[in-house]
């Protein structure tokens, strides 16, 4: 390692206070410290914003931070000052004596961070202010916003190009989450980023769960997603229109969730107020639309859900991207019906865009549709669309965890669009529906399509799945939508082969949707003894977040919480050497964070590895409760207590005569049945059970077996 690296590296642990560094960011920084530029496309979450912090505070000078949102500016900064870093921005939020003072600060080399939006850089006064400065680098973030085909496009980061122009020798870095080859290839063009080094992570976010909900009723299923996985955590819902982001919020309050809105039509003031609550207090819900999210910091939101359908995997992945930023267990969960194929499809038939630009757009839609009705894993599929090669299944997506079936689907097919053709086709999906049903009343009687051959031959399906075959038609393209006829469907070209039994389809079976199940057990993100320390925790976290005027997580993110509570530090040496504590944080409240663990001991008995059910019992057991008592509390058998404590006695944590209070005598007898009858029955109870006329309950005779 050379000197700049194990500067690099002393500077992660004593500023950051990580010992490693992830992915590829110490080439990154060792590209930036030798003045070259570099291109970086990392997962959300996977510390795009080390790359250049740490170089920024290795170089001489200024480094500009080009960031596309203001309000989140105030966070970012703050974050910094917590770890001792002397960071400012400069934008709209500050007064004109607030902004001099800064760019006074900023002249006499006072600032190692500055950040900036895009509008207020291209500013002539402001690049006339940075050629008096001494710059160690500009950092363009989210640079996915240069593209004209992106979904976050910002014509002033096509500007940007002239930093290159006016400031060749200061190294420039670009950051991305998101970006398939077309916005790569632009984002080098538009910048100059043509001699900058290109780093490429991979785009897997492995802690994250996508699923893909079917079916009718996509509120009632959005609620199940929240109450089954999700019933006190904070996450983001996204909607298509303003009124229904309004409409959501306030029906998930009626829930008894805390849901906020936040949409481009609500106020500066409210949009500010719902998102400082969304990053500073716990378990709150955002419902936006797609104008929230990007560059959110915030580590601990555990689920994102869309209830409408977005425009491109692109979105999709950026908009997923935001749950689990700390690399714990997440959720992307999406509502996806005929009636998101209808509208995104009419959507792009509607676009005023030119020729090019819709044929992108179409490509986009196709490879989102695409998506939601894969078969196989859909990990695979997203990770495919970047052109990154993974494993055919995951193991962590809706189709892994559980198959979808498929069923020939060519005889359905064939009638469907028999109907939409031999009806005019002039008529939209719950019409031909009621052809295929037979429903003979109303309009389909006045316009004599009772007499058509296809009428009444679609009985074996409910009007529910005939809906999930219109909708897979439709994002397959064999049915398109005439946006001139109100919504009617046609038959494309692509569905003569079809229609002549020239070629079969398969077709995804609908889902059942899944009973909600009564109390069903959350994971414990803490074992159950240690849950009053973590409450503990949390408390502090937050009151010092208050004191200090900055959301919880810039105190301490859950997982430096966590693993304090695995080592239960009492010294600040042992603190220090915990992921996340840094000099600066480990002066101003380290003391108080090892004087909390401190009022929390933990016994001989509880510092264990057992499971978590089994320690619900131990606790029960260490204050005092009998087996009989355990057993009422938790509703369960007293076997069951007896096999849970025999497990302890199994890892020497209790005496086998103190919990089944055996004479010394019986317990001999016990033990010498077992012995006697292992080589035959390999271990089973039963005999020994009934050997003994059924006298000693099951789990008594586990818990001596334990003690063998």
């Given at each position: 390692?050379?000197?700049?690296?194990?500067?690099?590296?002393?500077?992660?642990?004593?500023?950051?206070?990580?010992?490693?560094?992830?992915?590829?960011?110490?080439?990154?920084?060792?590209?930036?410290?030798?003045?070259?530029?570099?291109?970086?496309?990392?997962?959300?979450?996977?510390?795009?914003?080390?790359?250049?912090?740490?170089?920024?505070?290795?170089?001489?000078?200024?480094?500009i931070i080009v960031s596309p949102l203001i309000a989140l500016m105030q966070d970012q900064v703050d974050a910094l000052r917590q770890l001792g870093v002397s960071?400012?921005?400069?934008?709209?939020?500050?007064?004109?004596?607030?902004?001099?003072?800064?760019?006074?600060?900023?002249?006499?080399?006072?600032?190692?961070?500055?950040?900036?939006?895009?509008?207020?850089?291209?500013?002539?006064?402001?690049?006339?202010?940075?050629?008096?400065?001494?710059?160690?680098?500009?950092?363009?973030?989210?640079?996915?916003?240069?593209?004209?085909?992106?979904?976050?496009?910002?014509?002033?980061?096509?500007?940007?190009?002239?930093?290159?122009?006016?400031?060749?020798?200061?190294?420039?870095?670009?950051?991305?989450?998101?970006?398939?080859?077309?916005?790569?290839?632009?984002?080098?063009?538009?910048?100059?980023?043509?001699?900058?080094?290109?780093?490429?992570?991979?785009?897997?976010?492995?802690?994250?769960?996508?699923?893909?909900?079917?079916?009718?009723?996509?509120?009632?299923?959005?609620?199940?997603?929240?109450?089954?996985?999700?019933?006190?955590?904070?996450?983001?819902?996204?909607?298509?229109?303003?009124?229904?982001?309004?409409?959501?919020?306030?029906?998930?309050?009626?829930?008894?969730?805390?849901?906020?809105?936040?949409?481009?039509?609500?106020?500066?003031?409210?949009?500010?107020?719902?998102?400082?609550?969304?990053?500073?207090?716990?378990?709150?819900?955002?419902?936006?639309?797609?104008?929230?999210?990007?560059?959110?910091?915030?580590?601990?939101?555990?689920?994102?859900?869309?209830?409408?359908?977005?425009?491109?995997?692109?979105?999709?992945?950026?908009?997923?991207?935001?749950?689990?930023?700390?690399?714990?267990?997440?959720?992307?969960?999406?509502?996806?019906?005929?009636?998101?194929?209808?509208?995104?499809?009419?959507?792009?038939?509607?676009?005023?865009?030119?020729?090019?630009?819709?044929?992108?757009?179409?490509?986009?839609?196709?490879?989102?549709?695409?998506?939601?009705?894969?078969?196989?894993?859909?990990?695979?599929?997203?990770?495919?669309?970047?052109?990154?090669?993974?494993?055919?299944?995951?193991?962590?997506?809706?189709?892994?965890?559980?198959?979808?079936?498929?069923?020939?689907?060519?005889?359905?097919?064939?009638?469907?669009?028999?109907?939409?053709?031999?009806?005019?086709?002039?008529?939209?999906?719950?019409?031909?529906?009621?052809?295929?049903?037979?429903?003979?009343?109303?309009?389909?009687?006045?316009?004599?399509?009772?007499?058509?051959?296809?009428?009444?031959?679609?009985?074996?399906?409910?009007?529910?799945?005939?809906?999930?075959?219109?909708?897979?038609?439709?994002?397959?393209?064999?049915?398109?939508?005439?946006?001139?006829?109100?919504?009617?469907?046609?038959?494309?070209?692509?569905?003569?082969?079809?229609?002549?039994?020239?070629?079969?389809?398969?077709?995804?079976?609908?889902?059942?949707?899944?009973?909600?199940?009564?109390?069903?057990?959350?994971?414990?993100?803490?074992?159950?003894?240690?849950?009053?320390?973590?409450?503990?925790?949390?408390?502090?976290?937050?009151?010092?977040?208050?004191?200090?005027?900055?959301?919880?997580?810039?105190?301490?993110?859950?997982?430096?919480?966590?693993?304090?509570?695995?080592?239960?530090?009492?010294?600040?040496?042992?603190?220090?050497?915990?992921?996340?504590?840094?000099?600066?944080?480990?002066?101003?409240?380290?003391?108080?964070?090892?004087?909390?663990?401190?009022?929390?001991?933990?016994?001989?008995?509880?510092?264990?590895?057992?499971?978590?059910?089994?320690?619900?019992?131990?606790?029960?057991?260490?204050?005092?409760?009998?087996?009989?008592?355990?057993?009422?509390?938790?509703?369960?058998?007293?076997?069951?207590?007896?096999?849970?404590?025999?497990?302890?006695?199994?890892?020497?944590?209790?005496?086998?005569?103190?919990?089944?209070?055996?004479?010394?005598?019986?317990?001999?007898?016990?033990?010498?049945?077992?012995?006697?009858?292992?080589?035959?029955?390999?271990?089973?109870?039963?005999?020994?059970?009934?050997?003994?006329?059924?006298?000693?309950?099951?789990?008594?005779?586990?818990?001596?077996?334990?003690?063998?």
């Amino acid at each position: 390692m050379n000197d700049g690296m194990t500067r690099a590296q002393q500077i992660l642990q004593s500023t950051f206070g990580y010992d490693n560094f992830r992915h590829s960011q110490a080439a990154v920084i060792e590209q930036l410290i030798d003045g070259n530029d570099a291109f970086v496309l990392m997962p959300t979450g996977g510390g795009k914003s080390l790359c250049y912090q740490v170089p920024a505070l290795m170089l001489n000078g200024v480094a500009i931070i080009v960031s596309p949102l203001i309000a989140l500016m105030q966070d970012q900064v703050d974050a910094l000052r917590q770890l001792g870093v002397s960071a400012a921005f400069l934008n709209s939020s500050l007064t004109a004596g607030e902004a001099n003072e800064i760019e006074q600060r900023l002249v006499n080399s006072q600032i190692d961070l500055l950040y900036v939006a895009p509008e207020r850089l291209l500013n002539p006064r402001m690049l006339a202010l940075l050629e008096r400065c001494e710059l160690s680098l500009f950092a363009i973030d989210e640079a996915h916003c240069v593209s004209q085909w992106g979904h976050d496009f910002r014509v002033e980061y096509q500007q940007l190009k002239i930093l290159h122009e006016r400031f060749p020798q200061t190294p420039r870095i670009a950051l991305t989450a998101t970006a398939d080859q077309r916005t790569r290839d632009e984002i080098v063009s538009q910048l100059q980023l043509e001699q900058a080094q290109v780093f490429i992570n991979s785009f897997d976010r492995p802690n994250i769960t996508y699923a893909i909900s079917e079916g009718n009723n996509p509120k009632q299923r959005l609620w199940r997603f929240i109450s089954d996985n999700h019933p006190n955590d904070a996450g983001i819902v996204y909607c298509l229109s303003r009124k229904k982001v309004e409409a959501i919020a306030d029906w998930l309050s009626d829930q008894g969730r805390v849901a906020l809105p936040y949409h481009a039509g609500l106020s500066q003031q409210v949009r500010q107020r719902n998102q400082q609550r969304f990053l500073r207090e716990e378990g709150v819900i955002i419902v936006a639309t797609i104008a929230f999210g990007m560059g959110i910091d915030k580590p601990d939101v555990r689920f994102v859900a869309h209830l409408s359908l977005p425009k491109s995997i692109e979105a999709y992945y950026q908009e997923t991207g935001r749950a689990g930023r700390d690399g714990e267990p997440a959720s992307a969960w999406m509502a996806y019906g005929l009636q998101d194929v209808l509208t995104l499809r009419q959507f792009m038939q509607d676009s005023t865009a030119d020729e090019a630009h819709k044929r992108v757009e179409h490509q986009k839609l196709e490879s989102m549709l695409g998506l939601c009705e894969v078969i196989s894993c859909r990990r695979h599929a997203l990770l495919e669309y970047f052109e990154e090669e993974s494993a055919a299944a995951c193991g962590n997506c809706d189709n892994c965890l559980r198959p979808p079936e498929k069923w020939d689907g060519t005889v359905a097919a064939q009638k469907a669009l028999s109907t939409a053709y031999r009806s005019g086709q002039r008529f939209g999906v719950n019409y031909l529906i009621d052809i295929l049903l037979g429903k003979s009343e109303g309009r389909v009687q006045q316009n004599g399509h009772d007499q058509l051959s296809t009428f009444g031959v679609g009985t074996e399906l409910a009007q529910s799945e005939w809906r999930t075959v219109f909708r897979q038609l439709i994002a397959l393209g064999y049915i398109t939508i005439d946006s001139e006829g109100f919504g009617a469907l046609r038959i494309t070209e692509k569905c003569r082969p079809l229609l002549r039994g020239e070629q079969t389809l398969d077709l995804r079976k609908q889902t059942k949707e899944e009973k909600p199940t009564r109390d069903r057990k959350q994971k414990n993100t803490v074992r159950p003894q240690d849950e009053p320390l973590w409450e503990a925790l949390r408390a502090l976290r937050t009151e010092l977040a208050a004191e200090f005027g900055v959301p919880p997580y810039v105190i301490f993110h859950d997982a430096t919480l966590q693993e304090m509570i695995r080592i239960r530090p009492n010294k600040a040496a042992e603190l220090r050497q915990i992921s996340g504590v840094g000099e600066q944080k480990l002066q101003r409240y380290g003391q108080q964070f090892i004087a909390e663990i401190g009022k929390f001991p933990l016994s001989e008995l509880l510092d264990n590895r057992l499971s978590d059910t089994v320690n619900e019992t131990l606790m029960a057991y260490q204050n005092g409760s009998s087996v009989e008592e355990i057993a009422r509390q938790r509703e369960t058998q007293p076997s069951t207590v007896y096999s849970h404590l025999a497990d302890a006695i199994g890892v020497g944590l209790l005496e086998v005569l103190e919990v089944t209070r055996l004479p010394s005598r019986e317990y001999d007898q016990i033990v010498l049945m077992i012995e006697s009858m292992a080589g035959e029955e390999n271990g089973r109870l039963k005999p020994v059970f009934e050997a003994f006329d059924e006298q000693y309950d099951y789990g008594v005779l586990k818990c001596v077996q334990a003690s063998l």
